[in-house]
T-cell receptor, first 111, second 116 residues
Framework: GQSLEQPSEVTAVEGAIVQINCTYQTSGFYGLSWYQQHDGGAPTFLSY????GLEETGRFSSFLSRSDSYGYLLLQELQMKDSASYFC????????????FGKGTRLHILP | GAGVSQSPSNKVTEKGKDVELRCDPISGHTALYWYRQRLGQGLEFLIY????????KSGLPSDRFSAERTGESVSTLTIQRTQQEDSAVYLC??????????????FGPGTRLTVL
């Protein structure tokens, strides 16, 4: 079967750094994406990795290791507005290239 | 507008009634997805349309759920004989499979369905 595992909740302090991990087991792999969702809002795209290594976009970075079937989202200089749920998602190369989402990690930020 | 739109934004219905939810994807996007998200939960894949290929219906929870899409435009998700367990936000997303970074999904605002 297909599965993505990520922690259900993470708590961090404002101004700190937090890492949200994602491990996946899928039939085929093309890329790993991360999405952010605030309460009551729709998910919005954050980052995408197709190759091993680190992708940096401002305060957010995303890492992928294809050999380990593992990735993470790194959030730096945390702000209260970063309190949200974060989903990893795998794109697979198959007939349909359907994307599979993890169950999400709820990030709580303390002042 | 340039984004994905969904209607209605909110729908309250009585148990046993049928409901129809609509999604207008971004123009030119060949892929369209429906997800269900219960309160405080993750995204549950329902169905996927890609161009003129047969849709992937593997996520539909029961035969009460069905969806259609005309070409690469509007899609409707129909839930027949609604049950209270169907109460959730139904999200639609579209993406463009056109090479390069092709996998970004753009989500609509969702339809919040409440079954009384």
């Amino acid at each position: 079967g297909q599965s993505l595992e990520q922690p259900s909740e993470v708590t961090a302090v404002e101004g700190a750094i937090v890492q949200i991990n994602c491990t996946y087991q899928t039939s085929g792999f093309y890329g790993l994406s991360w999405y952010q969702q605030h309460d009551g809002g729709a998910p919005t795209f954050l980052s995408y990795n197709a190759l091993d290594g680190l992708e940096e976009t401002g305060r957010f970075s995303s890492f992928l290791s294809r050999s380990d079937s593992y990735g993470y989202l790194l959030l730096q200089e945390l702000q209260m507005k970063d309190s949200a749920s974060y989903f990893c998602a795998v794109s697979r190369v198959n007939r349909d290239d359907k994307i599979i989402f993890g169950k999400g990690t709820r990030l709580h930020i303390l002042p | 507008g340039a984004g994905v739109s969904q209607s209605p934004s909110n729908k309250v219905t009585e148990k046993g009634k049928d409901v129809e939810l609509r999604c207008d994807p971004i123009s030119g996007h060949t892929a369209l997805y429906w997800y269900r998200q219960r309160l405080g939960q993750g995204l549950e894949f329902l169905i996927y349309f890609q161009g003129n290929s047969a849709p992937d219906k593997s996520g539909l929870p029961s035969d009460r759920f069905s969806a259609e899409r005309t070409g690469e435009s509007v899609s409707t998700l129909t839930i027949q004989r609604t049950q209270q367990e169907d109460s959730a936000v139904y999200l639609c997303a579209s993406s463009s499979i056109a090479g390069g970074h092709t996998d970004t999904q753009y989500f609509g605002p969702g339809t919040r369905l409440t079954v009384l």
